[in-house]
Nanobody
């Protein structure tokens, strides 16, 4: 089992920034992929960004050049720096992780609310 604990969500004005963190624990197996999905009211959950153990990032087109994902492998922690936020970024953000031992299965965090509003 993998436990994922997120932090850093909140309310921010348009154009502002937030940084999300997600710490993984409980797994004796190595985590190869970590990242973030988000789900806005009435919409499907969508991938925001993900990063491999080797630091290769992948971003959704809607957040590229505004969001930056990074990872501290020693701490099993992934970060999402979100800049130039706008109302369309309002959603619940979910951290996920996949193990080398079972790369088809996503472990999920509990979600953290990000609200962009003036």
């Amino acid at each position: 089992q993998v436990q994922l604990v997120e932090s850093g969500g909140g309310l921010v004005q348009p154009g502002g920034s937030l940084r999300l963190s997600c710490a993984a624990s409980g797994s004796e197996f190595a985590i190869y992929l970590m990242g973030w999905y988000r789900q806005a009211p009435g919409k499907q959950r969508e991938l925001v960004a993900q990063i491999t153990t080797f630091g290769s990032p992948n971003y959704a087109n809607s957040v590229r050049n505004r969001f930056t994902i990074s990872r501290d492998n020693a701490k099993n922690t992934v970060y999402l720096q979100m800049d130039s936020l706008n109302a369309e970024d309002t959603a619940v953000y979910y951290c996920f992780a996949r193990l080398y031992s079972d790369p088809s299965y996503n472990y999920w965090g509990q979600g953290t609310q990000v609200t962009v509003s003036s």
